[in-house]
């Protein structure tokens, strides 16, 4: 029942206002002539102005009674305005409700003022600007906003619900100068109404194209990459339900401006009373589907995005993948086939125009070519996919569950794939796969996290590979999938040097929690944004004069935006610690610090040696330079890389051009995926 009455005020309040500011818009549009104002049905609009201001702040009223339930958990303070009082004065949410509301009374204020002065042209951009503005508030509390209140998130969003009022807020405008045309028909009529109707039609194409446009860049930022959630969430399934419903209405409007709208200026009366009825039939049925997509834009914009969207249950046992598939035997034939034959399939459209074919043929012969260009096109980029292909990992992808994830690797899994996951056990049966190389070889673009989480928890057939699920909890797989994926991305850091590649962030840096011996803590996410870090991971005394030469130059390094982390490969006696302290005038990691040894080993590998295996083998001393934005750039190993960052010319030019580098990429996620 809440959530009904919930979707009803946010509903109301919206639809209220959008039909308020298009009716402004639409009236300011036509509104040249000043005895245009004394007609009946404008008035008549006009004594509608009051309510549905009023509405707007009734239905706000209700947004904040429902907000209240929901974010205090408590039913009964949906009837609590001294509840309501809390959060308008505690939350965000309260205070973007507050200028909401106190923008709507302005609305309100503004109708009631003017209501029965003689009606002047600029009264009604008045008030189509006084009724904007609740509209542009409220995208504060859209889901763009929710990601990141900053102008380039919500100005797309207020774009797109500004021009949503331009066409939906006109609608019943229109309809009552159809239906005042209707029952003072007549010639002149016609032409008066077809007047007001084309001046319209002038702005309503650019309005629908920008709507368009408006609303992809809306929905990309909440559904990102994440592309199957449109089959499998209910952000997609409404999503899906709104775009229908909107083709349909394109179809309608269409209709309506280039094949009803001109004949209401033909010479024949008959013709003209007929236009007029389709036209209101068709803008009746196009005002319905209007409201029913404003509806579903309402429970839209209250659902969580699909971005942010759990599948928990992949329901098809296919999915389909670019990357997976692109340099499989014959795949790029058979895609590019498939486009051209709908490219094809496309200019059937306009040839059957030109041709002027019959409807069926219009219709059957694009629809039929369409139809085969997907069948060839689509079917080579899919492959097998389980339930859980697209289950997010529970644990984050940090120094804690790695190392949790090795320890569970070296007793599972190593008898058959290594130590370093190198698949170094072949099976003698020839019927059995031997086990992968999960090292070296690719898994990210045929693998989806939830794959592999799918593989160890049921086996792999035809392998001698057994699920875990009886074995291992969940949590423990997932640490064992963040292993993998460290393994394989520490594998990949082989390509890293002294000298960052400018503009080419790749790596995330495993995040890790650390207590240091100058009193500061945290995690490596808070320096996200605001400084690099440069973490060394040293052997003491072997990396004494190194730490001399950090301590000399750590003034310059600060002052380069950068924050020096030291981190011990070793259990550090008190004796020694205070030798080091002595010397480091920078933090010194002295809690977590096995954590974030164990994790940043795994990106040890240089180009020289890309397999550290052996006795000896892996370095005593090695130094990290994460950026700002969370992604490993660059590393230097003495013992097999040189001189290397001994000359501190050669470090503070990398971390300069870090400095003068833009966020390329958003910072890592939690999860591995």
Known sequence: MIEFIAAFARWSQLTANLILFGSCVFLFIIGQQKTLFEAAWIVRLERCFPWMAGAVLLGLIGILAITTGEATGIVANVWSPLAWLEIVQKTQIGYVWVVRAALASVLLMAILALR?????????????????????????????????????????????????????????????????????????????????????????????????????????????????????????????????????????????????????????????????????????????????????????????????????????????????????????????????????????????????????????VPSLLGMSSMAIALPPLAIEAYPETYLKPTIPFDAISIVNGSRLFAENCSNCHGPQGKGTQPVVDPDVRDPTDLLTQQHTAKYTVGNVFHLLTRGIPGTQMPGYAATLSEDDRWDLINFLHALSRGFDARLLGSMILPEMPVISSPVFNYAANDGSSGNLKDFRLQKNVLLVLFSWPQSKERFFQLAAAYDRIKALNTEILAVPIRALSQAELEQVAEIANFPVVIEGWSEIKDSYWLYRRVRTVPDLSGKGMFPGHMEFITDRFGYLRARWVGQFEGFGWQNFDALTLQLRQLNQEDEIMPPPGEHAH
């Open 116 to 364: 029965c002065a003689n009606r002047e042209r600029w009264h009604y951009l008045l008030w189509a600007v006084a009724a904007s503005l609740p509209l542009i508030a409220g995208t504060l509390m859209s889901h763009s906003s929710a990601d990141e209140m900053s102008f380039a998130a919500i100005a797309p969003y207020a774009v797109h619900i500004l021009l949503a009022g331009v066409w939906f807020g006109a609608l019943p405008a229109v309809l009552l100068v159809l239906y005042s045309s209707h029952s003072a028909s007549g010639k002149a009529m016609g032409l008066v109404t077809a007047s007001y109707l084309k001046k319209f039609s002038v702005i309503a194409a650019p309005v629908m194209l920008l709507l368009a446009v408006t609303g992809l860049i809306v929905t990309d930022r909440l559904v990102e990459t994440f592309y199957h959630t449109l089959v499998a969430s209910p952000y997609g399934w409404l999503l899906i339900a709104k775009l229908s419903i909107l083709a349909v209405i394109l179809v309608i409007a269409y209709q309506v401006r280039y094949r009803w709208l001109p004949k209401l200026s033909e010479d024949s009366i008959e013709q003209n009373n007929r236009s007029t009825k389709y036209l209101r039939q068709w803008v009746g049925i196009e005002f319905f589907l209007a409201v029913l997509l404003v509806l579903l834009a309402t429970i839209l914009a209250n659902t969580l995005p699909a971005k942010h969207t759990m599948i928990e249950n992949w329901p098809y046992p296919f999915r389909f993948s670019i990357n997976a598939t692109w340099d499989e035997p014959y795949v790029q034939e058979m895609v590019w086939s498939g486009i051209v034959l709908f490219l094809i399939a496309l200019s059937t459209i306009w040839l059957g125009k030109k041709n002027h074919w019959n409807r069926m043929a219009k219709i059957l």
